[in-house]
């Protein structure tokens, strides 16, 4: 537990910031699955909108550290490619 001000400032903070981390990183999950309903659907201009949402969740979720820039990448690159799949 701690005992100076200083760490029971420091405490408060860190509750604060991972509840707000927690709700972004609880949106882009969220933004992701809709884009994942939509390809299971067969539904391509349903995909590609959610896609269009999605897309800037996950990388401002990577700039402000949720998630790893590398992993932003890949989640957008494997999302776009099912979106892709079903124009064809």
Known sequence: MANTPSAKKAVRKIARK????RDRKSKMRTF??????AVASGDHAA???ALKDAQP???RAANKGIVHKNAAARKISRLTKKVKALEA
């Open 57 to 59: 969740l996950i990388v």
């Open 18 to 21: 991972t509840a707000v981390n």
């Open 32 to 37: 992701i699955r809709r884009v994942d309903e």
């Open 47 to 49: 995909a590609s909108a």
